[in-house]
């Protein structure tokens, strides 16, 4: 019989002060970086996350030792897309082992799907980063508001070789983590394409749900996540041949032959932001 548990909407986890008016400077036309740098400078904690990203070898290494130089050298928009990963990891800062994995494969799966966009879709780029960072924070949601009961459907899944939200559908009558997450960034502001991809990123693996507005970022997300898992940033289910299969690889007109040249060229790229302490 399915748990009635539900999600309590008023204890979602929210971006900080700080970060969330950072990130409304940024969508400013005229964004001004004396003030963006004054605003990251209230919160220490948050300026040492963005500088610490800023200089990873997925940005370059931009050789930032202060705010002020890291907001100049990266410019606006990659700044939005540091900020939000820097705010995003203060939600799963956490010792807890199932967090900290979870964290890692949202940053691996966000620059996958960079890569993967900057590729196919260049104008997507920045979008799927985004929906990549938040594809799976559902899972954060319900694992920290319903733990045991969470940490029975994880166990659950590992020992019946099943994939998570599967067992979530079986196990929760009113939600799982794509609703979750779905709901949570709705709730943040956030675009109703970036909402779509944490809602819909399972669904699209197998077919385009008819209320999908964005269907390649959903697509592009997906793709990301599954191929995230399959180099070792999470959950592995599939042999790579088997990608081919899915119906987000098809609807981004993916053939064997370029899913493999992105699949390696995302991994020398992720290989080098592991190595280089990212």
């Known amino acids: 019989m399915a748990l009635e548990l539900r999600i309590e909407e008023d204890k979602l986890p929210v971006f900080s002060a700080v970060a969330t008016k950072a990130l409304n400077l940024l969508k400013e036309d005229n964004a001004i970086n004396k003030l963006i740098q004054d605003v990251i400078r209230e919160d220490p904690a948050l300026t040492e996350r963005v500088l610490g990203i800023a200089n990873s070898p997925f940005y370059g290494q931009v050789a930032a030792t202060s705010i002020s130089t890291a ?3 990266l410019g606006i928009r990659q700044l939005r897309k540091v900020i939000l990963t820097a705010a995003t990891g203060q939600l799963f800062d956490s010792d807890d082992v199932y967090v900290k994995g979870l964290w890692r494969h949202a940053l691996m799966t966000a620059m996958t799907a ?97 209320v999908v507005g964005h269907s390649k970022l959903v ?46 060229k995302v991994q020398d790229k992720l290989k080098d932001q592991e190595e280089g302490g990212g």
């Open 71 to 73: 907001v100049t050298r």
């Open 114 to 210: 960079n890569i993967i966009a900057d590729s196919l879709h260049p104008e997507m780029a920045e979008s799927a980063y985004v929906a990549g960072l938040l594809h799976d924070v559902g899972k954060l949601v319900i694992y920290s508001q319903h733990q045991e009961p969470y940490r029975e459907a994880i166990d659950e899944a590992k020992e019946k070789g099943l994939r998570l939200h599967q067992v979530e559908t079986a196990k929760f009558k009113f939600f799982d983590h794509m609703s979750v997450g779905g709901l949570a960034a709705r709730k943040w502001g956030l675009d109703d394409s970036i909402a779509e991809a944490a809602r819909f990123h399972h669904a699209i693996e197998e077919e385009l749900p008819s």
């Open 219 to 264: 697509s592009l997300a997906s793709l990301a996540s599954i191929l995230a898992n399959n180099m070792g940033y999470g959950q592995p289910f599939c042999e790579f041949d088997a990608m081919l299969d899915f119906f987000c690889v098809e609807h981004l007109s993916l053939t064997a032959d370029r899913l493999d040249q992105l699949a390696e």
